[in-house]
């Protein structure tokens, strides 16, 4: 009988490309989300898609003030990335 064992690393990280951090950028300014309103009542978060018109559905919220919330946490989330990009960020150093 033959065992076939493969092993996975998820410590690394692939490497951050170009067309990555670009897309992070236009999804960290708020004028390229849209929130609309479905027919069942809900309210969807959408995100304009990189150099193109086309709108991406991200979530789907009761009401408006939560599908807001959750666009400006998206834009938080999408520049602490790019505030990662420059490296690691000191909290506390010792003498």
Sequence with gaps: MTYFYKTHSWSSQPPITEQTINEW?????KKNWR?????????????????????????????????????????EHYKKRLEFLKGPKVVKTFK
């Excluded at 950028?25 to 300014?29: D, E, N, Q, V, Y």
């Excluded at 995100?47 to 959750?70: F, G, K, M, Y």
């Design 25 to 29: 950028k236009h999804l960290s300014k």
């Design 35 to 75: 929130i609309v309103q479905l027919p069942n009542g809900f309210f969807q978060t959408e995100h304009l898609a990189v150099n193109s018109n086309i709108w991406s559905d991200v979530t789907r919220r009761e009401t408006i003030e939560a599908a807001e919330a959750s666009i400006d946490g998206s834009i």
